[in-house]
Nanobody
Framework: QLQFVESGGGLVQPGGSLRLSCVAS????????VGWFRQAPGKEREGVAC????????NYADSVKGRFTISRDNAKSTVYLQMNSLKPDDTAIYYC?????????WGQGTQVTVSS
């Protein structure tokens, strides 16, 4: 069974950067597309970025285009989210996800707080 563990969140000032990591276990990551989602307090969960199995196809929410970059290292079973020029509106819990024929898998999330 596919499992994800996210890390790399924290407190950062506006304009700063963070790199989130999502380590997969239970299956080889190269079989699946993987996405990053986030949920801010009082708001619904929203998609942020996703990566196809071959990483050459990526998609981003309009709100993060040009600032966030998703990448993956299938050999390390890890997906990354590089976040630059962070804004207070980026404050949320960030989750890793993959929807597969076997199920819909989520990590426990990592908190990102952007504040001065």
């Amino acid at each position: 069974q596919l499992q994800f563990v996210e890390s790399g969140g924290g407190l950062v000032q506006p304009g700063g950067s963070l790199r989130l990591s999502c380590v997969a276990s239970g299956s080889t990551l190269d079989h699946y597309a993987v996405g990053w989602f986030r949920q801010a307090p009082g708001k619904e969960r929203e998609g942020v970025a996703c990566s196809s199995r071959s990483v050459d196809r990526t998609n981003y929410a309009d709100s993060v285009k040009g600032r966030f970059t998703i990448s993956r290292d299938n050999a390390k079973s890890t997906v990354y989210l590089q976040m630059n020029s962070l804004k207070p509106d980026d404050t949320a819990i960030y989750y890793c996800n993959s929807l597969t024929p076997e199920g819909d898998y989520w990590g426990q999330g990592t908190q990102v707080t952007v504040s001065s």
